[in-house]
């Protein structure tokens, strides 16, 4: 009987041990169930007072899962910021030539003769044009990163588009005495939005003439076997080009120092890197001796 007393109560205690782990195992899933429940404010990592495998395996889970949210919070505040900074500054930038506008209207009307107010004229209209390129610029840059926007499917002759292109900007290459270095012989045809890759088109070319030093050269590549492969390389001779930063080229608002500013909105890459992605195309910004190259290609 002393025995079996003793086995008895042996038993009792290793039912209220098991009972006590069960309850704490219970009570620490509870906690890391609200804790990963919680909506509207900041996840912590959790911690563990009863770490069993399981738990510490699912608490590892979960800490990581903490730790991407806090990195796409972190992430997602810097851009914020970013383009805070960045509007502040396309205000500014679109202010200017307004204020300039005005200040020649003002003058316009206090003007003593005629000539004098057709200086004034003509130099508010050129302020507003400028002012116009900044607002339009913002304008295509978000049609460009709209991602509801629907881009047609069609056959598209790259080669026929940078021709078009290029003898649409002739007359001001032929300004500054440019003649760009053309071969576009290979054959391109790809299934694409037409007057989406024409804008990439301009854009790239437009750039070109905004902060380029010499003319550039533009060539079309064929890539690969099929017939879809192609590479639309534009390059040319920039002054200052050592002052970017090769990895923010495509970014919105980007346009280095404070040299390079001047017309232009910092949009025109960035919306030719929206536009290429839009349609599965690839646009690559680079830098190196001296030149800055864009290929566009499938």
């Known amino acids: 009987m002393g025995g079996l007393g003793v086995l008895c109560g042996f038993l009792i205690i290793v039912l209220m041990v098991l009972a006590a782990a069960v309850l704490a195992y219970e009570r620490q899933m509870r906690g890391l169930s609200q804790a990963m429940a919680v909506r509207g404010r900041e996840l912590r990592r959790l911690r563990l007072s009863f770490p069993t495998p399981a738990a510490r395996q699912l608490a590892q889970a979960a800490n990581c899962l903490v730790d991407e949210a806090d990195d796409a919070r972190r992430q997602a505040a810097e851009e914020r910021r970013a383009l805070q900074a960045n509007l502040a500054s396309f205000s500014h930038d679109v202010r200017t030539p307004l204020a300039g506008a005005q200040g020649f209207l003002q003058l316009y009307a206090v003007a003593d003769d005629d000539a004098e107010r057709d200086e004034c004229v003509t130099a508010a209209v050129e302020r507003l044009s400028a002012m116009r390129i900044l607002v339009d610029s913002l304008f295509e840059y978000a049609k460009a990163d709209d991602g509801s926007r629907e881009l047609a499917r069609e056959p598209v002759d790259v080669a026929a588009v940078a021709s078009d292109v290029l003898a649409t900007l002739y007359p001001a290459f032929a300004e500054r005495g440019w003649r760009p270095e053309v071969s576009l012989a290979e054959d391109a045809v790809i299934e694409a939005d037409g007057e989406a890759v024409r804008r990439i088109v301009e854009n790239l070319l437009a750039n ?42 495509g970014e919105r608002f980007y346009r280095g120092d404070a040299s390079r500013r001047a017309g232009g909105s910092g949009l025109g890459l960035a919306t030719a890197c929206s536009l290429a992605d839009a349609m599965g195309l690839r646009l690559l910004l680079s830098i190196e001796s001296g030149h800055f190259t864009v290929t566009l290609s499938s």
């Open 208 to 249: 070109c003439l905004r902060h380029g030093s010499a003319a550039p050269t533009v060539e079309l590549r064929a890539t690969g076997s099929e017939a879809t492969g192609f590479a639309l390389v534009i390059s040319n001779a920039a002054a200052g080009l050592g002052t970017l930063d090769e990895g923010r080229l």
